[in-house]
Nanobody, 124 residues
Framework: QVQLVESGGGLVQAGGSLRLSCAAS????????MGWFRQAPGKEREFVAT???????YYADSVKGRFTISRDNAKNTVYLEMNSLKPEDTAVYYC??????????????????WGQGTQVTVSS
């Protein structure tokens, strides 16, 4: 069982930056693929970014060039650095972990564990 706890959300003006963190429990963190997803009000949850066990990353087109996902296996933590934030980035951001993904995968159904989410609000 893996428990995920997100932090770092908040209110920021458009053009600003935030760094989200996701701390994971368990001794096999380094073997998991990790992903960030988000859900805006009235919309379905969508893929944002993922990083696999080897450090390969993949991003949604809407955040490419602005967001960076990274991981620190020594700290069992995955990060999402968000720059040049836009009001449309406003959402609850969720961290997820997948035991069986070897490459990169955007499908939510492939992720086994989910955090409770952290709110990011970008004002115009």
């Amino acid at each position: 069982q893996v428990q995920l706890v997100e932090s770092g959300g908040g209110l920021v003006q458009a053009g600003g930056s935030l760094r989200l963190s996701c701390a994971a429990s368990g001794r096999t963190f380094s073997s998991y693929a990790m992903g960030w997803f988000r859900q805006a009000p009235g919309k379905e949850r969508e893929f944002v970014a993922t990083i696999n066990w080897s450090g390969s990353t993949y991003y949604a087109d809407s955040v490419k060039g602005r967001f960076t996902i990274s991981r620190d296996n020594a700290k069992n933590t995955v990060y999402l650095e968000m720059n040049s934030l836009k009001p449309e980035d406003t959402a609850v951001y969720y961290c997820a972990a997948a035991a069986s993904i070897r490459g990169t995968d955007v499908r939510q159904s492939r992720y086994d564990y989910w955090g409770q989410g952290t709110q990011v609000t970008v004002s115009s």
